[in-house]
Structure formats: C-alpha cells, structure tokens
C-alpha cells in the first residue's frame, strides 16, 4: 500500500517536472505558457495595486510629520513676506517724503498719523509729534501730494491737526492756470469746496488749486488739489468750484508739518 | 426692560471709540463710514430704556467733544437726545422686531446728522453748506452703512449679553 502511494507520487513528481521544464523551456513557443503568463497577470493585478498601497502608507507617519513641518514653514515665510511687502511699501513711502523733503526751501517735521476724529462730523487728524518736536500751531500741515490741513492744537507729544475739508477749514487758494483767487472751505460731506470765484472767470474741471499764500499759515504755490465741478449758487454773486484733494485725506499715514 | 452691566456698557462704548479713531478711514465706502458710537448709544437705548440711553449718549457725546474739533456742546447734546428719542420711542413700538431697530438706527443718524449740520450752519453762520447735497451726499450714504453694520453686531450684541423676552410674559 506504502509502495503504491509512493510510486504515484514519483510519478506525479516526474510529470511536474517534466510540465515545469516544457514551459520554461526557452525554446519552445508553447501556447499552455502564454495561458498561464496571461492568467497570471490577472491574478497578480490586483496584488500588485494591494503591494503599491502598502509600500506608500509604510512611511505614512513621517510624512506626515513632514508636510506639517513644511506647511509651518509656509505659514512662517508666508508672514516674513507680507512683512517685507508692508516693509517695502513703507520703504517706498518714506523714501518719496525724503526726496520731497529736500527738495522744498522750508524745514518740516516729518509725524505719522496716530489717530482720527471720533465723530463724523469733524475731519482732524492726531500726530506723533508735539512741541517737544518743534510743531507749532497754526503751521501747514503737507505730504508730497499736497496740502493736508494746519496744526490748530499741540501737545508735548502729539498735536491735532485739521485737515482742509473740515467744515471749520478755511484756505486762501489761487486756480494756477489763470490766478483766479478764491476760499477753500471744507464740506460736511468730507468734500472741499473754492468759493467766492468771480462770476466772469473762466475756471473749469481739471484745473490745479494751489495755495495763495496771503496768510502766514500756508506757504504760497503748494498745491491743493484739482478742480472737478464748476456752478452757481442761486442768489450769489460769485462761483464755487468743488475741488478734489491732490492727497486721499482718508488714508494718510505720515505727513509733513512745516515749521 | 433688560439690564446690562454697566461696565459691558461703557467697555463697548471704548472699543467703538478706538475703532472710530484708528481703523474706521480704512472701510470707508464712498466717502461714508459707519457711526458705530451712535449705533451703540441707539443699542442701549432701546434695549435699557430712557434713562441708559440719555446717559450713554451723554457721556460719548462729552466724550466725543472733549476729543473732537467741534463746537463743544454740540456733540453731546445730539447723542443724548438721540438716545433719549430712542428709547421713547422704542417704548411704544415692538423693541424686538429686528425691523423696529434697524428704523431706529437708520432714522436717528438721518436726524442727528441733519440736526448737527443745522446747529454748525447757524452757530458758525456758513452759508456756503448745501444741506440738500450734504443730506443725499453724506446723511443717506452713513445712515445705510450704519444700518448695514448695525444688523450682525445687533444680534451679536442680544446673543452676548442674552438680551431676549423671557417665558414668563407669554
């Protein structure tokens, strides 16, 4: 019975054999190899896809450690950046005020706006500089662009200045072009507005506001803004002409009081 | 009526202030920013009644021409008559009704900007303002804003300090 069983499986052994060198056979072109070579591939497909996945969430742990680190990194050169942006912008800023600052014959203290008027009615700016710095009151107030107010209070530390559209401003100006004189007042709607024009003037949109300098407070020549409507009021002998700011009053962050 | 404490009051009060005076230039939409110490003081009206609403408008209005340029007395006399109004008015309507308070707010910077522009027009005696322009130029485009602002930190401000009709009225 031993011997039997033994013999069978010398024989299956021999016929196994026998398959395994027929199919590797290099030289044989046989069709059964092929067969066995295409369901192979099925069957191996999806292992493979199995062994991929493995092979990619082995290091998962320390990749994610990785892109944390990386993703800190982002966040920390991204601020460096905005940083350096505000740095460059204010760079830019500071840099045009100096050139101006050296090219204009009087001596000016350059502040940076610290605060604005709490209500909405009254347009006044709160600087860094008081008289500790040499401002003085009822001096102009300028930035590169243009006229920006006068100083009306001072501290040790810090001042108040009011800005030309204020209701409360009042600024001798000429138009540059046909030295057309009038009044700048400033609107309640934070608007400036040239008054007192002769009704004969030729004055109109687009031309340049400088300032008058027939008081002791602005120097002459600075320019104000432009003009960008003409009209009449009913019942008055003169012009208005509303003026648009050569500076965005609104947005001013440092300013130059003159002294 | 609800109560707040009064230290919420007056801290709300500062931050609406240092908001005015640092970074309210900076969300100017044509020309208009919004009066957030109005709205405040409108706030506390309505919700605390007359006598909250004088005395917060009383003291940011003193407050605000003490750090204004203004007429002094000006500013103070239109916040606490805007906060006593208010609160009267508030009295007779449903103070609850979002609309109800989004019409008070609106209507008190129309009327207290206009009542500012009439008393700085006869004391400075400037003929030069033009009060239909100043109205539809400044007034509407501020009361809109204001309005608009006022909705989120309303409900803001009721979710915070639990500012809602309790059971025991129904």
Same mark, same amino acid.
């Given at each position: ?13 021999i ?5 395994v ?6 030289s044989?072109?046989?069709p059964?190899?092929?067969?066995l070579l ?33 993703r800190n ?8 950046l ?10 830019q ?47 102009a ?5 243009g006229?920006?107010?006068?100083v ?6 810090s ?23 009038g ?5 309640? &709607? ?7 024009i002769?009704?004969?003037? &030729?004055?109109?949109?687009?031309d ?6 027939s ?5 002459? &020549?600075?320019l ?13 002998l ?7 700011t050569?500076?965005?009053?609104s ?9 | 009526?609800?109560?707040m ?11 609406a ?10 969300i100017?939409?044509? #020309? ?13 009206a ?13 003291? !940011?209005?003193? !407050?605000?021409?003490?750090l204004?340029?203004?007429y002094?007395?000006? =500013?103070?006399?239109?916040l ?5 109004a ?11 009704s ?10 008190s910077?129309?009327?207290s ?7 700085f ?8 303002? =033009?009060?239909? #322009? ?13 309005t !608009? ?13 639990k500012l ?7």
């Amino acid at each position: 019975m031993h011997n039997r069983k033994s013999h069978i499986l010398k024989v299956a052994a021999i016929i196994i054999l026998l398959f395994v060198v027929f199919i590797n056979s290099k030289s044989l072109n046989n069709p059964i190899r092929l067969k066995l070579l295409d369901s192979s591939g099925i069957l191996l497909e999806p292992f493979k896809a199995v062994a991929d996945f493995i092979h990619a969430i082995t290091p998962y742990s320390s990749l994610q450690k990785e892109n944390e680190l990386l993703r800190n990194r982002i966040n920390l050169l991204s601020r460096k950046l905005e940083e350096a942006k505000g740095i460059y912008i204010e760079n830019q800023r500071l840099k045009v005020i100096l050139d101006f600052k050296k090219s204009i014959s009087y001596t000016v203290v350059p502040s940076q706006v610290i605060g604005r008027d709490p209500s909405n009615w009254s347009n006044t700016l709160i600087i860094d500089k008081g008289s500790i710095n040499g401002v003085e009151q009822n001096k102009a107030v300028i930035s590169p662009r243009g006229v920006v107010g006068r100083v009306v209070e001072v501290g040790r530390y810090s001042s108040r200045i009011l800005l030309i559209t204020d209701p409360s401003s009042k600024v001798g100006v000429l138009v540059q072009r046909n030295r057309q004189g009038g009044i700048l007042v400033g609107m309640p &709607d934070g608007k400036c507005k040239m008054i007192y024009i002769a009704l004969d003037s &030729d004055v109109m949109p687009g031309d340049k506001v400088i300032t008058a300098g027939s008081g002791a407070v602005f120097p002459k &020549d600075l320019l104000v803004g432009q003009v960008a409507q003409v009209g009449k009021e009913p019942g008055l002998l003169y012009k208005y002409a509303i003026v648009k700011t050569a500076e965005d009053l609104s947005r001013l962050e440092e300013v130059l009081c003159t002294k | 009526m609800y109560k707040m404490k009064r230290l919420h009051i007056y801290s709300i009060l500062v931050v609406a202030f240092l908001i005015h005076m640092t970074v309210l230039n900076y969300i100017e939409i044509a #020309g208009a920013k919004p009066d957030l110490i109005l709205m405040c003081v409108i706030f506390f009206a309505i919700f605390l009644g007359p006598a909250i609403g004088f005395e917060t408008g009383l003291v !940011a209005g003193l !407050a605000q021409d003490l750090l204004t340029f203004d007429y002094f007395w000006v =500013n103070t006399f239109i916040l606490a008559s805007a906060g006593l109004a208010a609160a009267i008015v508030s009295d007779n309507l449903f103070r609850e009704s979002r609309a109800t308070q989004f019409l008070l707010v609106f209507l008190s910077v129309c009327l207290s900007s206009s009542l500012h522009f009439f008393i700085f027009s006869a004391v400075s005696k400037n003929s030069n303002f =033009n009060f239909y #322009g100043f109205f539809l130029n400044s007034v509407i485009p501020t009361a809109i804003y204001t309005t !608009a602002v006022s909705i989120p930190v309303f409900i803001r401000f009721i979710d915070m300090f639990k500012l809602r009709e309790q059971d025991e009225f129904l």
